[in-house]
Antibody
Framework: QVQLVESGGGVVQPGRSLRLSCAAS????????MHWVRQAPGKGLEWVAI????????YYGEFVKGRFTISRDNSKNTLYLQMNSLRDEDTAVYYC???????????WGQGTLVTVSS | QSALTQPPSASGSPGQSVTISCTGT?????????VSWYQQHPGRAPKLMIY???KRPSGVPDRFSGSKSGNTASLTVSGLQAEDEADYYC??????????FGGGTKLTVL
């Protein structure tokens, strides 16, 4: 059974940092590019970042502006998102999603909620 | 990168067909055949329904179909069923290793 499980979300003050994780099972993780996608409360989906299957290439949405870093450890079948200098507007559910062909999102994890608030 | 444009809502009665549009630009929807559609029920993760404009993943009913003309893609749900009531999002590769989603459409089965 293919499964992506995010963790690491929580409540954090503005300006602080948080690291999200996404543990993969039931798929050959090293064959997948991996995305982070977020969804603010009551809002639509917003693409955050992608990392290539081998971790050598990373790309980010314009709003990231150097604050987030996507990485992966294929030996642990785990994807990460390091988020620094968090802002109120970063409050969202963060989903990880696989991408074998660099053009669609499947499968998806269940999401982890990040709340940035003082 | 601006979000793709979707109607905020759509509706239909059981058994009817409904089409949801997704309008972008020549840089995203119009420039690539990498349009995908996602279904999201309340409190749940999105689920891939259509990829590469019109292809259905295994397990997705053939009541769901996709198409594209110019800068506008469409998702059609035929033979509406109660369980189809959900939010639907289009997504597209936007070039330069960027991706963009639509704002979402809430589908109501009357």
């Amino acid at each position: 059974q293919v499964q992506l499980v995010e963790s690491g979300g929580g409540v954090v003050q503005p300006g602080r940092s948080l690291r999200l994780s996404c543990a993969a099972s039931g798929l050959t993780f090293r064959n997948y590019g991996m995305h982070w996608v977020r969804q603010a409360p009551g809002k639509g989906l917003e693409w955050v970042a992608i990392i290539s299957y081998d971790g050598k290439n990373q790309y980010y949405g314009e709003f990231v502006k150097g604050r987030f870093t996507i990485s992966r450890d294929n030996s642990k079948n785990t994807l990460y998102l390091q988020m620094n200098s968090l802002r109120d507007e970063d409050t969202a559910v963060y989903y990880c999603a696989g991408d074998r062909n660099w053009n669609w999102f499947d499968p998806w994890g269940q999401g982890t909620l990040v709340t940035v608030s003082s | 990168q601006s979000a793709l444009t979707q109607p905020p809502s759509a509706s239909g009665s059981p058994g009817q067909s409904v089409t949801i549009s997704c309008t972008g630009t020549s840089s995203d929807v119009g420039g690539h055949n990498y349009v995908s559609w996602y279904q999201q029920h309340p409190g749940r993760a999105p689920k891939l329904m259509i990829y590469e404009v019109s292809k259905r993943p295994s397990g997705v009913p053939d009541r769901f179909s996709g198409s594209k003309s110019g800068n506008t893609a469409s998702l059609t749900v035929s033979g509406l069923q109660a369980e189809d009531e959900a939010d639907y999002y289009c997504g597209s590769y936007a070039g330069g290793n960027n991706w963009v989603f639509g704002g979402g459409t809430k589908l109501t089965v009357l």
